[in-house]
Nanobody
């Protein structure tokens, strides 16, 4: 089992920034690609960003491209999501997830482990 714990969520005004972190334990972190997803009330869980196990490749949803940056520190078993120029439509619970497959997919069903989520609220 892998445990994932997110932190860094909160309330921010539109145009502001937040940095989310996800600390992993229990499995060899560097063997997993990592992703961030978000889920707004009444909506499905949507892909936000993904980073390969080595950190060399990243992927973003079109809605966040140019505003969000995913990164990882394999020595510390942490993945982060830097979110800039936040918009009210970014409001959601954000989840980090670990994927043992090297195949890139926006589907949440591919991911093996999930954190409990952290709330991000962007006010207008």
């Amino acid at each position: 089992q892998m445990q994932l714990v997110e932190s860094g969520g909160g309330l921010v005004q539109a145009g502001g920034s937040l940095r989310l972190s996800c600390a992993a334990s229990g499995r060899t972190f560097r063997n997993y690609a990592m992703g961030w997803f978000r889920q707004a009330p009444g909506k499905e869980r949507d892909f936000v960003a993904r980073i390969s196990s080595s950190g060399g490749t990243t992927y973003y949803a079109d809605s966040v491209k140019g505003r969000f940056t995913i990164s990882r520190d394999n020595a510390k078993s942490i993945v982060t999501l830097q979110m800039n120029s936040l918009k009210p439509e970014d409001t959601a619970v954000y989840y980090c997830a670990a994927d043992s497959s090297p195949i890139t997919s926006p589907s949440p069903y591919q991911y093996d482990y999930w954190g409990q989520g952290t709330q991000v609220t962007v006010s207008s």
